[in-house]
C-alpha cells in the first residue's frame, strides 16, 4: 500500500471535469484507489464518492493506492494533480 499527500495544482481544482479525468486515470489501474480528505475517505473510481469532495485548487488530498500496479497508478495521479500531463 502507498499513501501520498498531493497537492490539487489543477487551476479549476477537483470540479466535474477534472473529476471524471481524475476517475478515467484511477480506472486504468488494477490496484484499489482511495482519496481521502479530513475525515472522508471515498474510492477513487467512483464518480459520486468523488464529487462529494469539493476539493478547490491549492486544496490538499490523500491518495491511497494498494495493488501491483499501486506505483504506477500513485505516479500517474500525482501527474495528474500537479497538471503535469496533457489530458
Not at 489501474?29 to 469539493?54: C, F, P, Q, R, W
Not at 490538499?60 to 489530458?87: F, P
Request: aromatic fraction near 4%.
Amino acid at each position: 500500500m502507498i499513501s501520498k499527500e498531493m497537492e490539487i495544482k489543477i487551476p479549476s481544482g477537483l470540479d466535474p471535469s477534472t473529476i471524471a479525468l481524475f476517475i478515467q486515470i484511477a480506472s486504468q489501474y488494477d490496484s484499489s484507489v482511495y482519496v481521502e480528505v479530513k475525515n472522508k475517505k471515498v474510492n477513487a473510481k467512483s464518480i459520486m464518492g468523488m464529487m462529494t469532495l469539493g476539493v478547490p485548487a491549492g486544496g490538499k488530498v490523500n491518495v491511497v493506492a494498494e495493488g501491483n500496479d499501486e506505483t504506477k497508478a500513485i505516479e500517474h495521479i500525482g501527474k495528474y494533480l500537479n497538471n503535469e500531463q496533457e489530458q
